[in-house]
Each structure stands twice: as structure tokens, then as C-alpha cells.
């Protein structure tokens, strides 16, 4: 079935510095939207892209999504402690009429104070 | 709204039980999912509904596994015979928008199965 490729699996960053996961399809999507994830909680969604090229800010991060559609990443400026968690993207595709949406790999974010 | 809701939180069962999970969609949402999540295959989704009707059940692992949605309120996730490859978190999600729209999860089912 489709796949999404996520990486890095983890990363760990002293606080204070940018961080950036990447998401990977080898099918066009429908959409991207991304999730985090804390530690023993779970999914919250952060937000939707749809159109091929989108960038969207919700204060330190930064959301972007390929010109071909394939593609994605989130960009965290200046870690804090409370971006600590695993963030997934969420592809749709498009299969026989119905719309299917599938998580990545996630990527385990540790920040270092 | 009180979002979604899950029962249990926890669950210790024996390998060979029969094991039930709950969930209440938020009023209004028309798809509910069922996803699972292991350290070793991360978030499955396992089935989803609309209206009430099943739409995939691909990912549904084997016959063991049963879900149901009798009304617009309220599923249920059912194993029999559960096996202890089985632990893991069950995740319940609702949405309006169906799979373009943004999921809304309950806080998850852990079953432990011994």
C-alpha cells in the first residue's frame, strides 16, 4: 500500500536550536496535515496543507509543502523544552473513490535544556 | 463538546480473551477511526467509518478483529481471541470532514495482552 517516509526517526537538539522533519511520498497527495504527538498522549493536529507550494507559519514552526505534491516538512525555530514530542505528518491519497489517510513514521523530537 | 472518548484507558487481559474497546465520536462528526500504534509499526489505521457504514477495512489485521458502529455515537473494537502481539495503543478519531479534514483522537485504549 502507499507509504509514507518520515525522517530523521529522532533527533535531538539542545534547546535554542531549529529542528526540521521531512515527509516523503513517491505518490501525489491529496493533502499533508501534521500531528504531535506528546510523550504518553496523543494525536493533536497542527495543521492542513493542500495546494502544491503552500507555506504556512503558526509562530515558530513553519509548515511547506512540495511543488509536486510528493513532499513536505516542518521547521521548528528555536526548540523549546515544550516542543518535546513525536511529530507525524499525515498523507491523503486518492485510491477507487475514497479518500485514505495514512500517518508516517513519525519523528521523535528530544530537546536538551 | 467533551471530544472524543475512549474506554478503557487500560486494559490487562490474558492471551485468549475476549477484548472490547469503546469510543464515542464527538456529536456531529460523520467518520470514525480506528487506528493502533506500536513501537515496532507505528500508527495503523485499522478501519474507519461514515455514517455509520464501514468503508475500508484493509487494515483490519486478521477475523479476530471485529468493529462495529451501531449508531452515530458510539463503536466498538472488538478481539477474539486476543494474542499478546495485539498490545498496543488503540487510537479512536473522529471527523467532519472525513480523511480531508483534521482527526480529532480520544485519548487511546493501552491493552496488555499477558
Known amino acids: 500500500g502507499q507509504q509514507v517516509m518520515q525522517i530523521p526517526q529522532y533527533q535531538h537538539v539542545q534547546e535554542g536550536e531549529d529542528f526540521t522533519t521531512y515527509c516523503n511520498s513517491s505518490?501525489?497527495?491529496?493533502?499533508i496535515q501534521w500531528y504531535k504527538q506528546r510523550p504518553g498522549g496523543h494525536p493533536v493536529f497542527l495543521i492542513q496543507?493542500?495546494?502544491?507550494?503552500e507555506v504556512k507559519k503558526q509562530k515558530r514552526l513553519t509548515f511547506q509543502f512540495g511543488e509536486a505534491k510528493k513532499n513536505s516538512s516542518l521547521h521548528i525555530t528555536a526548540t523549546q523544552t515544550t516542543d518535546v514530542g513525536t511529530y507525524f505528518c499525515?498523507?491523503?491519497?486518492?485510491?477507487?473513490?475514497?479518500?485514505?489517510?495514512?500517518f508516517g513514521t513519525g519523528t521523535k523530537l528530544q530537546v536538551i535544556p | 463538546d467533551a471530544g472524543v472518548i475512549q474506554s478503557p484507558r487500560h486494559e490487562v487481559t490474558e492471551m485468549g480473551q475476549e477484548v472490547t474497546l469503546r469510543c464515542k465520536p464527538i456529536?456531529?462528526?460523520?467518520?470514525l477511526f480506528w487506528y493502533r500504534q506500536t513501537m515496532m509499526r507505528g500508527l495503523e489505521l485499522l478501519i474507519y467509518?461514515?455514517?455509520?457504514?464501514?468503508?475500508?477495512d484493509s487494515g483490519m489485521p486478521e477475523d479476530r478483529f471485529s468493529a462495529k458502529m451501531p449508531n452515530a455515537s458510539f463503536s466498538t473494537l472488538k478481539i477474539q481471541p486476543s494474542e499478546p502481539r495485539d498490545s498496543a495503543v488503540y487510537f479512536c478519531?473522529?471527523?467532519?470532514?472525513?480523511?480531508?479534514?483534521?482527526?480529532?483522537f480520544g485519548e487511546g485504549s493501552r491493552l496488555t495482552v499477558l
Open positions: 478519531a473522529s471527523s467532519l470532514l472525513g480523511d480531508t479534514g483534521e482527526l480529532f
Open positions: 505518490t501525489t497527495l491529496s493533502n
Open positions: 496543507l493542500v495546494k502544491s507550494g
Open positions: 499525515a498523507a491523503t491519497f486518492t485510491t477507487g473513490g475514497y479518500q485514505k489517510v495514512t
Open positions: 456529536s456531529g462528526h460523520d467518520y
Open positions: 467509518f461514515n455514517n455509520n457504514v464501514p468503508i475500508d
